[in-house]
């Protein structure tokens, strides 16, 4: 199959991957990072056999560097996918690359700047909108109107997997669909692939005519022009030229623009020259209703407090949640059993267990760390003598973080938090449980409203995460 525009591309379902397929390829992007996920597997093929995994890579290069750099995370990825160790082959296709890249530079100066009109095209009807996005949301429907030129540009930026692809297309869907503008949607990595290949060609005057004859440009993934001078030069007198024009411009990126290392100080200026609106990971609330969302869209009957157990375990991002459920429907009949027609917590559990988070060795030093820069308060401080409420309070935290999280005994935590005897530690631990029992999680620290179910999760995730990179870090 020829796909005909990259936002095709970054909207493919994961219901394309079999099960085991997706749960491969998410330990992969887990053990390796996004960035180099995104870079080698994005535009692999695998096939999963009984006893052999394949990866076909689009070249022959590619192939290479897999094979060098991957090896031992593809063994490690099929073993916990199939629960055995299985041959892992890789090999490359080059009709594979025909069928995932982007199209040649002469059809793409035949294409239209108007975005097609695809059911493959995200919308605002399908986004749950919470306290992490609002602002996000609200924004992206503003510059859709008349009167969004006044925060163009509008810059979105967040964590991989918040919604902020869902968002860019969503604008272009309804701007294309609701007016008669000529709406373009674009990687960066696809704005610069067109430019090197204008440049070889000596064909500047189309490229430039693609993209500054428009009333709404929008690029995604912005961080990847970083480093690439002459491209950094291009975008931003494409930005100015569109600007001038009054066309609206929405832009996307994992970081904040200011913090995008060799960035081009102009372009960063022109890019915090509008709006700037973030999204943060899924809180709670959305999570469930996301949760919701998905079980409902994939007929799947499940109970509120299985709802709230796979909120617990899906913190990071939206993907995650939708990894999980796509996990869910593919053991569903087998989690139900003859006498209930429902996914309970029970059910939720079991799957759970069956598929237990990906994380490298955690250390009582990360979750300190973690709990540091979430606090606000100084690690020294959490290990002080201090009996500030405050600092009870995170210190409680950190000490029932290293017990769940590690297999440090008491005594051991006592001395990692510089405690003159565990008892303290084992209060402290028993304090947060007591409190997590309770229906009603909520408390008031000072001046700030903290539900403790949801800050355990969510420093769970972070401690993991941290682990994970530390981890990536010592790799030669």
């Known amino acids: 199959m020829f796909l005909h525009s990259v936002w095709y591309l970054r909207s493919m ?8 397929e997706l749960q491969l390829r998410e330990h992969l992007s887990n053990s390796i990072g ?3 996920y995104q870079m080698w597997f994005s535009n692999t093929a695998i096939e999963c056999g009984e006893e052999k995994l394949e990866v076909i890579a689009p070249t022959k290069l590619a192939a290479g560097r897999i094979n060098d750099r991957f090896t031992s995370e593809l063994h490690q990825a099929a073993k916990t996918s199939f629960g055995k ?22 059809v793409q100066m035949d294409t239209p700047t108007k975005v097609r009109r695809s059911k493959s095209l995200l919308t605002f009807d399908d986004f749950i909108v919470g306290t992490c996005n609002q602002l996000a949301f609200a924004a992206g429907k503003q510059i859709t109107q008349e009167e969004g030129r006044s925060i163009s540009p509008l810059f979105i930026h967040g964590a991989c997997g918040v919604g902020k692809t869902h968002i860019l297309q969503a604008i272009c869907s309804m701007a294309s669909r609701t007016t008669k503008s000529k709406v373009r949607y674009v990687t960066a990595e696809q704005f610069t692939n067109e430019f090197i290949a204008s440049s070889r060609s000596g064909e500047f005057s189309r490229f430039r005519a693609r993209y500054r004859n428009l009333d709404l440009l929008a690029i995604d993934d912005v961080h990847f022009v970083a480093n690439k001078v002459k491209t950094q030069e291009e975008l931003l007198h494409t930005l100015d030229t569109v600007g001038l024009r009054g066309a609206r411009l929405v832009l996307a990126s994992d970081e904040d623009p200011r913090h995008i290392r060799r960035l081009n100080r102009a372009l960063a200026n022109r890019l915090v020259a509008g709006m700037i609106a973030e999204i943060q990971r899924p809180d709670r609330e959305t999570r469930c209703n996301i949760i919701k969302q ?13 709802v709230e157990q796979l909120a617990s375990q899906a913190v990071g991002s939206v993907r995650e949640i939708e990894g999980k459920i796509t996990r869910l429907r593919a053991t569903a009949s087998l989690l139900i059993s003859s006498d209930k027609e429902i996914i309970d ?14 994380s490298l ?4 030093h990360h979750i300190l760390e973690v709990t540091s820069k979430r606090a606000g ?3 020294n401080e959490l290990k002080g003598s201090s009996r500030a409420s405050t600092i009870v309070f995170w210190r409680s935290i950190a000490s029932y973080l290293g017990r769940t999280l590690t297999s440090q005994s008491y005594p051991e935590l006592a001395i990692a938090m510089h405690r003159k005897n565990h008892s303290t530690v084992h209060a402290a631990v028993k304090r947060i449980t007591e409190l997590l029992e309770n229906t009603n999680t909520a408390l008031k620290m000072k001046n700030e409203n903290i539900d403790v179910k949801e800050t355990i999760d969510q420093l769970t995730w972070e401690v993991r995460s941290k682990a994970n990179e530390c981890a990536q870090e010592r790799r030669p």
């Open 13 to 20: 379902s994961q219901e394309q991957f079999s099960p085991i």
């Open 34 to 36: 996004q960035r180099k």
């Open 85 to 106: 160790d299985v041959a892992v082959l890789v090999s490359y296709d080059n009709t594979l690359q025909q069928q995932i890249s982007i199209p040649s530079t002469r």
């Open 294 to 306: 998905l079980t409902t869209k994939h007929r799947i009957s499940i109970t509120d407090g299985a």
């Open 345 to 358: 917590v029970e059910s939720v559990n079991r799957l759970l267990r069956c598929t237990p988070p990906t």
């Open 361 to 364: 060795p955690i250390r009582m």
């Open 377 to 379: 308060i100084p690690v």
